[in-house]
């Protein structure tokens, strides 16, 4: 029997169709559209989290594209199962440990369906290009090679050159950390900052999150370059839509910012 705090109709959604909600684009008209590949046997198989393809295609776009020019064997999924982050809201706020457990085992099962597909795939690293779904994902299955994507973009570009200076927010994920208890990976993008030479970075920290009154005002009053760069696409999608459009801030993830070096 379902816990009361868990939303059944969800749970049957993505059990059949894969995705959270139905309002999404058609998966693979859209990946044909950007010729992004799917379902081939590769080495490397990209999550990209069932809302991606409509909260940020261009992102998920730039990514492939580096991911292409040095070579990464990698694929897609033309169905890719939610983890099921949104089934943990009412279990969180109401504080209940048993509900939560029954939202843990419930990702297991969906994540596991993606797993499954990337070992039929003959696959041996699995890619989280969601921030929600990596510590799920670590958490669900932590004997999987489970990486996230910033990794994957160090392991890809050489050394680049970018005289200017950046806003970069990393975000603070305290709503990640209460779907699983493990820390997304930071340091990947540190590291790949590091390679880009004349690149100065002002690391804007976040004492609360930005979905939160105080927490999105601190993030837009620290910005101070009209180029600003993340790697949560929730902190993303809040700056895009709350940064005032006087002040001219290119708002990009991480790829976006990486491919615009690599071709300019």
Same mark, same amino acid.
């Given at each position: ?66 991911? *292409?020019? $040095? ?5 897609? !999924? +033309? /169905? #890719?199962?939610?983890?099921? &982050? ?10 209940? *440990?048993? $509900? ?5 085992? !419930? +990702? /297991? #099962?969906?994540?596991?369906? &993606? ?150």
């Amino acid at each position: 029997m379902m816990h009361p705090l868990i939303d059944a109709k969800m749970v049957e959604t993505i059990r059949t169709l894969g995705h959270t909600f139905d309002n999404l684009p058609n998966r693979i008209e859209t990946m044909k559209a950007m010729n992004l590949p799917f379902d081939r046997p590769a080495e490397n198989v990209v999550i990209m989290g069932c809302q991606n393809l409509k909260m940020v295609p261009n992102a998920v776009e730039k990514f492939a594209r580096i991911l *292409e020019r $040095a070579g990464v064997d990698f694929t897609f !999924l +033309s /169905k #890719e199962y939610c983890c099921g &982050n949104y089934l943990y809201r009412p279990a969180i706020k109401a504080k209940d *440990e048993t $509900a939560m457990q029954a939202c843990r085992t !419930l +990702s /297991k #099962e969906f994540v596991g369906n &993606n797993i499954e597909q990337v070992k039929k795939l003959g696959a041996n690293r699995t890619i989280l290009f969601c921030s929600p779904c990596y510590p799920i994902y670590k958490f669900a299955f932590p004997e999987e090679n489970i990486i996230y994507f910033p990794e994957v973009l160090l392991e890809s570009i050489g050394t680049l050159e970018c005289n200017r200076q950046i806003d970069y927010y990393a975000g603070c994920y305290k709503l990640h950390r209460r779907f699983a208890p493990v820390p997304v990976d930071l340091k990947s993008t540190n590291q790949v900052f590091d390679k880009i030479k004349g690149l100065s970075v002002n690391r804007i920290s976040a004492p609360s999150c930005c979905f939160t009154p105080a927490g999105l005002a601190h993030m837009l009053d620290h910005v101070q370059s009209d180029t600003m760069v993340h790697i949560c696409t929730g902190c993303y999608s809040q700056a895009v839509v709350k940064m005032p459009k006087d002040r001219h801030v290119n708002i990009l993830m991480l790829p976006e910012f990486i491919d615009m070096i690599q071709t300019a």
